[in-house]
């Protein structure tokens, strides 16, 4: 305690209640390729369902991707994520004014948004959340008070009885049509727009929306009804557009807008399925941000942004508001440039047209090759402090990537694990025979020599639900999902294999089913562990190897984890005596730390038996003065049972049990 001067009475804690953590062994983690999502970031994911939502539904190019995590997900939890995808990829986008070819711009993920990825660009409106092609679905439509464009003409008379009529859009106007507008005639007449048709001087966008320029007389609207009057060049209506249907209000301002002697901010800004790419069907309603404002000063009534980019940003799951340019008269031209309004909104600026849809296209992403899979992906995984992983399915990983990861990041952290199937190619459709000599070559070839490393034999055939479709997958995330699922049901140094443990889920059948006894041997002596269906006994992970060569405790699946748990937990709280003094106390401590903890393991037959050292004899003066501390920690670790023999003897019927057996 520091020194007195005068008399007084001092109070300190002291906590010696420090004990060993317990440490997640569980959470898995891929690096993989999916259209949707994230990209070059880490997502949890706990559900397949959720998988889905978050990165897409699989498809043809990726399902091995997909169901490598869906499948380890239907045993484990926790699925730690990374989305990857070319160094070409780029987000869907559109830009000011009408483009028949808009271009993409790369945005990985919020933190990229949030870094200003886009700062300078003012030539886009609208971005998709994420790169990949399922942004070129999108659009974007900007819907003002009941939706309805007023101020356009007849280019030419109409009589009664036609079915189609021809418009002219006023020379400081744009105009957006969609089959399903109402055509409102000031008489009181409606009719239904059933196609639109444009003149050289007017231009057409994808999925039924029309983009009119300044003053284009060449618009012509298919009516669903004859007309029942007649009508002459010049005759005024509005159109009432068919995205209002969404829309609940018919104000034009906000009540901030208005309690500041603001007017025409107030926008409903909506997230569509254009080509039908997310729900099935074309233009299918995917968000509605209802009530927004144009002006960036716009405040909720609760006090939170309500300018309809910041609701937009924070709340979309699809796209990004960018560059602004939902001005009162719609659309703005390509080569105009329109900053933000404030509140403070002239009152006297023509409303007339109240629609403004955005086509996003430009995206594209397409599956990485093996560098960007490890520069973008896997590579995010090797720091043990800032990612809690333990178990990785490689799923068809090449054999370069799988030694990749295994030496740069499982032998790196010395706390995860990785697992690695053969090739497609080495099992399917080849006779048992072929399957293992290709299995026996792949295992030459992989030439990995690790205890952080399991190897199975194949791949299964399981049903893609999202498809209906027969997919072949690798049985590796199965396999890292049976350790996952043991830890659960027992505990992490249990052995995942067996007809207790290893029972593997959602086989159709086995590309390679080995059978045979001499077929397992050869397997088993490649370190390479058999997954066998047995008849009326299910699909079986049939062996606990690691793939390390040399005959040790470590090379078993069950002991390397145990020693895993052990040091992680062991070293995680190993952390609290970094700059303590190293003298008799804290090495007692220390001992005294651990030694419960193990006894503990013990109990749960982790272990048989173990013994702590920490004193004088391997703390020495030089190592004192070295600034080091050392513990020796010496564990015998329980092992499975492999092997089972069963001797049966026959006696005589006079002889006595005694006498024969102990």
Known sequence: MAFRVSPGVSIKEIDLTT??????????????????????????????????????????????????????????????????????????A?????????????????????????????????????????????????????????????????CLGHTSIRLTVPSDKYVYLSVGDEVIFHDGTQATVSGVATSATARSATAGDFFGVCGAPGITLTLST???????????????????????????????????????????????????????????????????SRAFDAKAFDGS??????????????????????????????????????????STSAVGFKVSAFHLGGGTASAPNDSERWASGWSKFQDADAVDVSLLPLGSASNNLAR????????????????????????????????????????????????????????????DTYNNLIRVMPLNPDIAGLVARTEFTNEAWFSPAGFNRGQIKGVVKLAYNPTSEAHRDELYTRQVNPVVSFPGEGVILFGDKTSQTRPSAFDRINVRRLFIVLEKAIATASKFFLFEQNDAFTRAQFKNLVTPFLKTVQQRRGITDFKVVCDETNNTGEIIDRNEFVADIFIKPTRSINFISLNFIATKTGVSFSEVGG
Not at 326 to 332: A, D, M, P, R, Y
Not at 423 to 448: C, H, M, W
């Open 226 to 292: 004859p007309l029942t009057s007649n009508y002459s060049t010049g005759y005024t209506l509005g159109i009432k557009s068919v995205y209002a249907k969404y829309v609940t209000t018919t104000a034009t301002t906000t009540q901030y807008a208005t309690d500041v002697g603001g007017s025409n901010d107030l926008v409903t800004i909506l997230v569509l399925d254009k080509n039908g790419q997310w729900t099935g069907t074309e233009n299918t309603l995917l968000e509605k941000f209802e009530g927004t």
């Open 305 to 346: 942004s309500n300018y309809y980019k910041t609701v937009v940003n924070d709340q979309s799951a699809y796209v990004w508001a960018l560059s602004h340019n939902l001005n009162t008269n719609g659309l703005s031209a390509a080569t105009s440039t329109f900053a933000d309004i404030g509140v403070t909104l002239d």
């Open 94 to 158: 559109s830009t000011k004014g009408y483009a028949a070819s808009p271009t993409g711009k790369l945005i990985k993920n919020e933190t990229d948004f949030l870094a200003g990825v886009t700062n300078g660009d003012n030539s886009i409106v609208f971005a998709a959340k994420y790169p990949g092609i399922l942004g070129n679905s999108l659009k974007v439509v900007a819907v003002s008070g009941s939706g309805i464009q007023s101020g356009l003409t007849l280019a030419a008379g109409a």
């Open 19 to 92: 004990i060993v953590p317990a440490v997640a062994t569980t959470p898995g983690g891929y690096a993989g390729y999916f259209h949707w999502g994230p990209t070059d970031e880490i997502v949890t994911i706990t559900q397949q369902t959720e998988l889905a939502n978050v990165f897409g539904k699989p498809q043809n190019d990726n399902y091995t991707d997909f169901f490598t995590v869906g499948n380890f997900l239907g045993y484990g939890n926790n699925m730690q994520v990374v989305r990857v995808v070319n160094s070409g990829a780029l987000n869907a």
């Open 404 to 463: 990749l990861v295994v030496q740069n990041v499982c032998e790196k952290r010395l706390d995860c694990m990785a697992f690695v199937s053969p090739g497609q190619t080495d099992v399917e459709n080849k006779l048992p025979y072929e399957a293992l000599n290709s299995i026996k070559t792949f295992r030459d070839t992989l030439n990995i020599n690790s205890s952080y490393a399991v190897i199975d034999s194949g791949w299964k055939y399981q049903l």
